[in-house]
């Protein structure tokens, strides 16, 4: 499957427009183009870009996508898209739903036009349930009816969504067999995203599908810090070894960043260098070595490309 990785994989989800700088005519520096990521990337020693698609509204098969698409494969440098953040697949507007899935439907293509193959979805909210659930059922997501009923619902946006997608684009139809959702793992007690309940999702519609994107400064926050070093690691690939196989850990897609949390979860990312705050990406990468894993890993810190950078500079001094 086109999703699944050869070798560990790490880049930003973005550039910063302060240090994306293309070599230009008489060897002078210019701003880059989109389409330049792949080299710029390349060049800074990272093989991976999330697309940041989060408050697009449309994305086309123009000639800068085209050379994006081509330069990724040049240069090596796998691309995932992360779908609109105003998709809502746990609304009670019936016209929210119907258009959330029509978004996922338009993600795929927009994943073709990038040569990307995985598409990262936030999968909604609990809303005015959330204030009735304890807990433990908001942080570890554990059994609720309701909650239940909810996730249920993003089940069914999400295979209505797979399907739109063949609809409105069936000449595409065999490119998004090579294309899986990945629901992401939330920070904020409101979210839905407790690893359990993203399990949940990838094993009822299928992992040739749908795999997780586990963010763990997410579950950091989420877990408001309770949870971290080894532990918070190994916690999460073993349920994800024992409920979804372990092919799909072996190429999982994850984010990381460091996260300031309040008592009621996430509140803002922070740079990787942040003391203060967790979690700590070395016992991540002894993991991954020590089970000799090929994942993603996707930095969403605000220093974007130069912490991608560093993590890629302690996974190889990890293997000296």
């Known amino acids: 499957m086109n999703f699944e990785n050869h070798s560990l994989r790490i880049g930003p989800t973005g550039a910063k427009k302060e240090l994306f700088f293309m070599p230009g005519r008489g060897g002078k520096l210019r701003k880059g183009k989109r389409e330049e990521l792949p080299e710029y990337f390349a060049k800074l020693g990272l093989n991976a870009y999330e697309f940041p698609a989060g408050r697009m509204s449309h994305l086309n098969d123009g000639p800068a996508y085209q050379k994006l698409r081509e330069n990724s494969t040049i240069y090596d440098v796998a691309i995932s898209l992360h779908a609109p953040y105003y998709i809502s697949l746990t609304s009670d507007n019936e016209e929210t739903f119907k258009a959330s899935i029509e978004r996922i439907a338009h993600a795929y293509a927009w994943a073709t036009y990038l040569n990307a193959h995985r598409i990262v979805l936030h999968p909604g909210t609990f809303g005015d349930l959330a204030r009735k659930l304890s807990p433990n059922q908001l942080i570890k997501g554990e059994f609720h ?5 909810k996730i249920h ?16 684009y069936p000449n595409l139809k065999e490119k998004f067999r090579k294309i899986c959702i990945c ?4 920070g904020k007690h409101g979210q839905i995203g407790p690893t359990p309940m993203i399990i949940q999702i990838c094993k009822d519609i299928g992992v040739d599908k749908v795999r997780p994107c586990i963010d763990f400064g997410h579950l950091y926050a989420r877990n408001v810090g309770k949870l971290q070093g080894r532990k918070l690691y190994e916690t999460v690939f073993q349920k994800i070894e024992e409920e979804l196989g372990s092919h799909v850990l072996q190429h999982l897609h994850i984010h990381y960043s460091k996260i300031e949390y309040t008592q009621k979860g996430e509140k803002k990312h922070v740079g990787n260098t942040d003391s203060l705050w967790g979690p700590e990406i070395k016992p ?35 293997r000296k």
């Open 183 to 186: 629901p992401e793992t939330m």
């Open 153 to 168: 619902k993003i089940i069914q946006g999400i295979s209505a969504g797979i399907e739109r997608s063949g609809d409105l």
């Open 145 to 149: 009816p309701q909650s239940q009923k």
């Open 284 to 318: 991540l990468l002894e993991i991954i070595q020590e089970q000799s894993l090929t994942p993603t890993i996707i930095n969403e810190s605000p220093e974007l490309e130069p912490d991608a950078v560093q993590i890629m500079k302690e996974w190889k001094n990890l």
